[in-house]
C-alpha cells in the first residue's frame, strides 16, 4: 500500500462508481463501497465484507482508508466518557460523550491542537500541529456515537464543535464534515441537533451566513468588553466585540439559526455587577437564544479560580431579573480533564 495513494472517502459516489466502471466492475459495487465509509462506518476495506478478497486487494492497491482510532478511553463518575483518538500520522485530538437523561451529546475537535492561545483553556497553551480533514471530524462523531450506543442504549441527540481547535479556522472540513454527519446517506443527523464554537472569527461568521448554514452558532464570550476580553482571548484584537456583534447580527439575517454566548466565570475578573451588565448590553445587541455561564475548570498553566457558589448564584440571579435567558451549565468530566476548556492529550 503506497502511503501517497487517494483516500477513498475523499471520492464522490459519482468519482467511485466511474472508478469502478473504469476496473470492469458494476456500479453498485461503488454503492456498496460508499456505504461501507460513511454509514456503515469501516475501518478497513477488510471489513467490507460483500465484496470479493479479490476486490478489496485491489482497494487496498490503489487507495487508503485511514480511519481514525480510539487509542485510549477514560470513564468519568458521572458517566462522561473522554476518548482520546489517533489519526493516521500518529496525532492525538479528543473527543468526549456527555450523557444525560435526556440527551447524548458528543464534544468533538476540528484541529490537531489550537493557534488561538486563550488563557484559560488547555488547548490554547499547545501549537496548532493541522487541521482535521472532513472524514476526521466524521469518525469522531460516529466513534463517539458508538461509545453512546453500546454504553447507554442510546444514538447520539446532540453534537457541539467545542473540543480542541477553532472550528472556523478549519471551515472547508467542518461543513464538509457536517454535510456527511447530516447527510441521509451519512448519519441522517438534523442540523439543528448540531452547535458549532467560535472564539469569533468575524470574517468566517459572515461567511456561514453567506452559505447558509443550517446548524447552530455560539460564540465563546467570557469577557463583554474589549479589554479584558483581549487580556484572555487575544484573538479580540484583530476580531473585537463592535465587529463580533455586527457579524452576528449578519449571521441571524441570513440563516435566522440559533445564536448562543458562552460565558466562563473568572473569580474576581468577570463575575461582578458591572461585568453582568456589560453582559447584558451584548445580549440586547444580538438576537441570542441563551447564555450559558459555565463554571471554570482549573487546568495547570493558569491562575485563574472559579468564583464561590454564592456570587455564581447572585450573577445569574442579576441575568434572570434582567430577562437574559442565562442557564448556569455545571462541568461534567472534571475528575478526568473532559470538562469544557481542560482537553489537551495528557493521556
Same mark, same amino acid.
Given at each position: #500500500? ?10 464522490t =459516489?459519482?468519482?467511485?462508481?466511474e ?14 463501497v460508499y ?13 467490507m ?5 479479490d476486490?478489496?486487494?485491489? =482497494? ?11 487509542? @485510549? ?8 466518557? $473522554? ?42 497553551? %499547545?501549537?496548532? $500541529?493541522r ?14 456515537? !458508538?461509545?453512546?450506543q ?6 447520539l441527540?446532540?453534537i ?8 472556523l479556522?478549519?471551515? $472547508? ?13 451519512? =448519519?441522517? %443527523?438534523s ?12 470574517? %468566517?461568521i ?10 447552530? =452558532? @455560539?460564540?465563546s ?25 455586527a ?36 445580549y ?21 479560580? $472559579?468564583?464561590d457558589?454564592?456570587t455564581a448564584?447572585?450573577? #445569574? ?18 475528575d478526568?480533564?473532559a470538562?469544557?476548556? !481542560?482537553?489537551?492529550?495528557?493521556g
Open positions: #500500500m503506497k502511503s501517497d495513494n487517494q483516500n477513498i472517502r475523499h471520492l =459516489l459519482p468519482a467511485l462508481q472508478y469502478f466502471g473504469s476496473i470492469g466492475e458494476k456500479a453498485f459495487r461503488a454503492k456498496q456505504e461501507w465509509i460513511w454509514q456503515r462506518h469501516a475501518q478497513s476495506f477488510d471489513d465484507t460483500n465484496l470479493s478478497k476486490l478489496r486487494a485491489k =482497494l487496498s492497491e490503489h487507495f487508503v482508508l485511514p480511519a481514525v482510532k480510539v487509542d @485510549a478511553i477514560q470513564q468519568s463518575n458521572d458517566g462522561t466518557i $473522554k476518548s482520546r483518538f489517533r489519526l493516521h500520522d500518529n496525532h492525538l485530538v479528543e473527543g468526549v460523550l456527555i450523557p444525560t437523561d435526556s440527551r447524548q451529546t458528543a464534544c468533538v475537535s476540528s484541529q490537531v491542537g489550537c493557534s488561538l492561545s486563550c488563557k484559560f483553556c488547555a488547548t490554547g497553551y %499547545m501549537d496548532r $500541529k487541521n482535521l480533514e472532513y472524514d476526521e471530524i466524521f469518525d469522531e462523531v460516529a466513534l463517539i456515537n !458508538q461509545q453512546a453500546e454504553s447507554y442504549g442510546k444514538k441527540t446532540n457541539v464543535f467545542m473540543g480542541m481547535g477553532e472550528p479556522l478549519n471551515y $472547508k472540513n467542518v461543513l464538509k464534515a457536517i454535510e456527511r454527519i447530516t447527510a441521509p446517506d451519512g =448519519l441522517a %443527523m442540523p439543528k441537533r448540531i452547535t458549532v464554537s467560535t472564539a469569533g472569527v468575524a470574517k %468566517m459572515r461567511q456561514l451566513g453567506d452559505d447558509k448554514v443550517r446548524f447552530n =452558532l @455560539a460564540l464570550l467570557h469577557a463583554a468588553n474589549d479589554k479584558k476580553r483581549s487580556e484572555i482571548m487575544p484573538i479580540n484584537d484583530s476580531n473585537n466585540l463592535k465587529e463580533l456583534i457579524a452576528l447580527n449578519y449571521f441571524y439575517k441570513e440563516t435566522g439559526n440559533e445564536i448562543s454566548f458562552e460565558y466562563i466565570l473568572f473569580k474576581d475578573f468577570n463575575d461582578s455587577k458591572a461585568d453582568a451588565d456589560e453582559l447584558i448590553r451584548i440586547r445587541q444580538v438576537p441570542a437564544d441563551l447564555v450559558n455561564i459555565i463554571e471554570y475548570n482549573p487546568i495547570d498553566m493558569a491562575l485563574f479560580r $472559579k468564583p457558589a454564592q448564584e447572585e450573577f #445569574m440571579e442579576y441575568l434572570a431579573k434582567n430577562k437574559v435567558n442565562a442557564r448556569l451549565r455545571r462541568s461534567r468530566g472534571k478526568i480533564d470538562a469544557c476548556g !481542560q482537553l489537551a492529550n495528557k
